[in-house]
């Protein structure tokens, strides 16, 4: 029964994603949720140690945010913005004590409102940045940047072959993180840090090669 659970809430998760998509396809990058796998390997950055909350953007239906708080992020320090209506409600009824905010996150300060000055351990991102200019990627990772610690990382998921936000065009290092194959469609991490990025000492399997 634990099996065929899981089957429907993956199968109602996609459903739910689809629609998603349909309504909004600029703000939703595929017609399908992360794998677990993605999942997973994006939430290995956090460091749950650090007495520091979490920064979510473009949680979807929570697939990346259950991974997040499998990754011993207490609830209450997981804060998730997310753009869509239909997803914020999907997130506020899966995960109750998750600070789940309806808004912007090209625009923080607006969103965060009073949490605007919060610093956070790290950030999860899957926003689909291609769907967006390039000058208007590079002032989000900029802008995130400034709202996490020297050497953390934003780390950024995307379905091309190529950063979605350019190297030497800001303030930033561009890192590739991993390739997944068990996604559809594959896909490649990404990591942005002011200087070298510093991850925790279990992140599983070294990560790639500095992109110059």
Same mark, same amino acid.
């Given at each position: 029964? +634990?099996?065929?659970?899981?089957?429907?809430?993956?199968?109602?998760?996609?459903? &739910?994603?689809?629609?998603?998509?349909?309504?909004?396809? =600029?703000?939703?990058?595929?017609?399908?949720?992360?794998?677990?796998? #993605?999942?997973?390997?994006?939430?290995?950055?956090?460091?749950?140690?650090?007495?520091?909350?979490?920064?979510?953007?473009?949680?979807?239906?929570?697939?990346?945010?259950?991974?997040?708080?499998?990754?011993?992020? &207490?609830?209450?320090?997981?804060?998730?913005?997310?753009?869509?209506?239909?997803?914020?409600?999907?997130?506020?009824?899966?995960?109750?004590?998750?600070? /789940?905010?309806?808004?912007?996150?090209?625009?923080?300060?607006?969103?965060?409102?009073?949490?605007?000055? #919060? +610093?956070?351990?790290?950030?999860?991102?899957?926003?689909?940045? *291609?769907?967006?200019? #390039?000058?208007? =990627?590079?002032?989000? /990772?900029?802008? /995130? *940047?400034?709202?996490?610690?020297?050497?953390?990382?934003?780390?950024?998921?995307?379905?091309?072959?190529?950063?979605?936000?350019?190297?030497?065009?800001?303030?930033?290092?561009? #890192?590739?993180?991993?390739?997944?194959?068990?996604?559809?469609?594959?896909? +490649?991490?990404?990591?942005?840090?002011?200087?070298?990025?510093? *991850?925790?000492?279990?992140?599983?399997?070294?990560?790639?090669? /500095?992109?110059?």
């Amino acid at each position: 029964m +634990t099996s065929l659970r899981k089957f429907a809430e993956r199968f109602d998760d996609e459903v &739910k994603f689809f629609k998603g998509w349909i309504s909004k396809p =600029r703000a939703v990058g595929s017609i399908v949720p992360t794998s677990v796998t #993605t999942a997973r390997r994006m939430a290995s950055i956090i460091d749950p140690n650090s007495n520091l909350p979490v920064l979510e953007l473009g949680p979807g239906t929570g697939v990346i945010t259950r991974a997040i708080l499998e990754r011993g992020v &207490k609830p209450e320090n997981l804060f998730c913005i997310e753009y869509a209506p239909e997803f914020v409600a999907h997130l506020k009824q899966q995960f109750p004590r998750v600070n /789940v905010i309806h808004g912007d996150a090209f625009n923080l300060d607006d969103t965060l409102g009073e949490l605007r000055g #919060t +610093t956070f351990d790290s950030v999860v991102s899957g926003v689909p940045l *291609l769907n967006f200019p #390039t000058e208007q =990627r590079i002032r989000y /990772v900029e802008g /995130v *940047l400034s709202r996490i610690p020297q050497g953390r990382p934003i780390v950024q998921l995307t379905y091309g072959p190529r950063s979605p936000v350019p190297p030497q065009r800001g303030d930033y290092r561009v #890192t590739r993180f991993d390739f997944i194959l068990r996604n559809i469609p594959p896909t +490649t991490l990404w990591l942005y840090s002011k200087g070298a990025p510093v *991850l925790p000492l279990n992140t599983k399997r070294p990560i790639g090669k /500095v992109v110059h």
